[in-house]
């Protein structure tokens, strides 16, 4: 079992930066890849990025390729997304998720709460 808690959104103007984290519970967060996913109002819930256990591997969506990075602290159970260069279409309620397989659809085992993330034009 893994618990996920999100931190770090807010509203920011389009061009600025934010930097999200997700808190894991559990001594086996290596175990785990980690996925951040959106879903915008009226949206379905799409893929962000995702990163490999030990974090060599790295995947994003072609949409945020270049402006957001994902990396893991396994010493801190914590997965981090950086977003730079923001843009009004980046506004969603952003989801840590976690399972044994890294993957680029929403099939993961476990998720977050989610943390909203308002981009201003």
């Known amino acids: 079992q893994v618990q996920l808690v999100e931190s770090g959104g807010g509203l920011v103007q389009a061009g600025g930066s934010l930097r999200l984290s997700c808190a894991a519970s559990?001594?086996?967060?290596?175990?785990?890849?980690l996925g951040w996913f959106r879903q915008a109002p009226g949206k379905d819930r799409e893929f962000v990025a995702a990163?490999?256990?030990?974090?060599?591997?790295?995947y994003y969506a072609d949409s945020v390729k270049g402006r957001f990075t994902i990396s893991r602290d396994n010493a801190k159970n914590t997965v981090y997304l950086q977003m730079n260069s923001l843009k009004p279409e980046d506004t969603a309620v952003y989801y840590c998720?976690?399972?044994?397989?890294?993957?680029?659809?929403?099939?993961?085992?476990?998720w977050g709460q989610g943390t909203q993330v308002t981009v201003s034009s």
């Open positions: 559990g001594r086996t967060f290596s175990f785990y890849a």
């Open positions: 998720a976690a399972d044994r397989t890294v993957g680029v659809t929403d099939e993961y085992a476990y």
């Open positions: 990163i490999s256990q030990s974090g060599p591997n790295t």
